[in-house]
């Protein structure tokens, strides 16, 4: 088993920056890749960045290219994703993801970001 909790939301205007974080503990030898995903009111839960195992291999969505950085710290077992200019249209719940062998996948219990106009 794998727990994610994620903290560092919160309320911004536009222009702002937050970094989230996401503490991974449990089975952490198991995980093969960290995500962020994002829910806003009324859409779908979308994919905003993912970083392999060991922190060498990052990807993003093209909404969030430039402006957002997914990194990790192995050692303390944290996931961080610092994001810069943030606009009105990146208020979400952001929801921490790991994907872990067997094809097992855990989610944490999300944070709220609201960027204001």
């Known amino acids: 088993q794998v727990q994610l909790v994620e903290s560092g939301g919160g309320l911004v205007q536009a222009g702002g920056s937050l970094r989230l974080a996401c503490a991974v503990s449990?089975?952490?030898?198991?995980?093969?890749?960290i995500n962020w995903f994002r829910q806003a009111p009324g859409k779908e839960r979308e994919f905003v960045a993912a970083i392999n195992s060991r922190g060498s291999v990052t990807s993003y969505t093209n909404a969030v290219k430039g402006r957002f950085t997914i990194s990790r710290d192995n050692a303390k077992n944290m996931v961080y994703l610092q994001m810069n200019s943030l606009k009105p249209e990146d208020t979400a719940v952001y929801y921490c993801?790991?994907?872990?062998?067997?094809?097992?996948?855990?989610w944490g219990q999300g944070t709220q970001v609201t960027v204001s106009s």
């Open positions: 449990g089975s952490t030898v198991s995980i093969t890749g």
């Open positions: 993801n790991a994907e872990a062998t067997y094809s097992r996948t855990y």
